[in-house]
């Protein structure tokens, strides 16, 4: 029959070696049953209840788009291609592609990007929103249901949480992003759970933190996947204060609000402690398989801060060479932001 799909298992092989052509830097595959024990407002099950596997998908954040922040030049890459567009544009087009070949295989698949909003639970706070939704059947989880990138990276296999609570894959360290897609496929094998050790408890993670977020000796312990896991515990408010500038704002060097790209402009100081300190330590211990010829920084490197207390000043020189017409980027709307003038 035309149109009819192809008969044809596909193989945990298979897929992953598609995952990786088409953008993919790691994939891990686990069973769905493997979300048991999840709370209900967490349990991706309820999204598509005849799921039997779960494809997660790792994709690197480039080491070099740190590299602006690192040295204090240039802070929108980070947030902009090493966060959001990786997240937003990267992650959906591959799952757009894997999608593609399951559907052609009759499967039916949901994919799910690393976005939030509408979501019963606070993503930051992990508390509840009340006033948002209504249950619009009992026994049902309030929509929408939050589901844990972190926690489905780590049920399919593919590494363990630091300290920091960052995902942490034996490739790359904390210097990944993931998405994930559900499907009614069924695979000839699935990846066990990551038994191996990446993080040392060094605490640079905490040492460098520019939000004093992540506890130095309190921890939480989980049990997921009958595995008992545990990170030091982390202030969210407080992670999401520094992540904007650290403390005082002495991590970034803008007065205002930072223009944003795909919607997020705010990841300015470059997660100091748990990706840049975290990937740095990872790296001088070859604790990862993705190695480069050159360290990321050189002996004698010190963290530049800025001192925001002190009048804002430009030096004459550069007035002089540029001219001066006292509007600052900082000063741009959003508007003015997502101008196609600016293109
Ligand atoms: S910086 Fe050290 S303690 Fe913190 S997550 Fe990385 S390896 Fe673990
Ligand atoms: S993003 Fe920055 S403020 Fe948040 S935990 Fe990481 S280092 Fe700390």
Redesign the pocket.
Known sequence: MEGKYIDQQVTSAEIKALAKRVGADCVGIAPMSRWEGAPKQNDPRYIFPGAKSMIVLGFRIPRGLLRGIEEGTRFIDYPGMGYASLNQVHGPMVLWKLNRYLEERGFEVFPLQNANGGDAVNPVTGKFRGGLSRHVAEGRPLPDVLVHFRIAAYLAGLGEF???K?F?TPEFG?RVRFAMLFTDAEFDAYDPIYEGH?????????RNCGGHAISMTESVKVTIAGHEVEWGKLDELACEEGLHGGEGHALSPFDGEYPRQYGYGRAVEGACG?VR??MI??EQRNKLTKTFRNPFRKPGWTQWKVDHTKPYEIPPEVVAEYGLDGETKAEASDADAFSPLND
Do not use: F
């Not at 990446?198 to 905490?206: G, H, S, T, Y």
């Open positions: 630091g300290w920091s960052m942490l904390p990446i993080c040392d408890r060094c605490k640079l993670c905490v748990c300190a975290c330590h990872l």
